[in-house]
Structures are given as structure tokens and as C-alpha cells.
């Protein structure tokens, strides 16, 4: 993810208002052998991308996949990262 994603998606967070979102700039998930990456720790995945969803939806566009390709997802206890 790229910090411009990530900021993003705190905007849209923002603006929908249902949960924290903590931005993470030197994540290292699983298999990245100590590679960095930007990362967004959520509470909810499910809520982020119902968040994500609405926020297109509502604009009446569809370059969600253009402005998100694929994320990996890590379980931190009662949290996740996407990165």
C-alpha cells in the first residue's frame, strides 16, 4: 500500500465515521522477510470496506479496483492491518 492509499482511506474513514483507523508507515507483515511497507490498522475490516464501498457508491463511480488493487491482511489480536 502506498501512503497516498493509506491516506485515503483515512479520508474516507473520516468522512464515514464508524472507527479509528491508525496509519503504520514501516510495517513489515508475513513473508517480507524485513521489507516495509504503509499499512492501516482497523478495527473491522468489514467496516472499512463497507466504508470503502459507500464512499464510491455515493459518488457514483467504479475506480475502486484502479485506486485499490490487491491488499494483504494481518490479524493483530483485536485489530487487523491491510498493507
Same mark, same amino acid.
Do not use: K
Given at each position: 500500500m502506498t501512503i497516498e492509499q493509506a491516506r485515503f *482511506?483515512? @479520508? %474516507?474513514n473520516s468522512e464515514m465515521g464508524n472507527q479509528d483507523l491508525d496509519i503504520r508507515t514501516n510495517y513489515s507483515g508475513r513473508g517480507? !522477510? +524485513?521489507r516495509? @511497507? #504503509?499499512g492501516v490498522v482497523v478495527d473491522s475490516q468489514t467496516q472499512l470496506l463497507a466504508d470503502v464501498l459507500n !464512499? $464510491? #457508491?455515493n459518488r457514483n463511480t467504479?475506480? *475502486?479496483s484502479e485506486e485499490f488493487p490487491n $491488499?494483504?491482511?494481518?490479524?493483530? +489480536?483485536?485489530? #487487523? %492491518?491491510l498493507y
Open positions: *482511506l483515512e @479520508t %474516507i517480507m !522477510y +524485513g516495509e @511497507t #504503509v !464512499y $464510491f #457508491v467504479v475506480a *475502486l $491488499f494483504r491482511v494481518d490479524n493483530m +489480536g483485536h485489530s #487487523v %492491518i
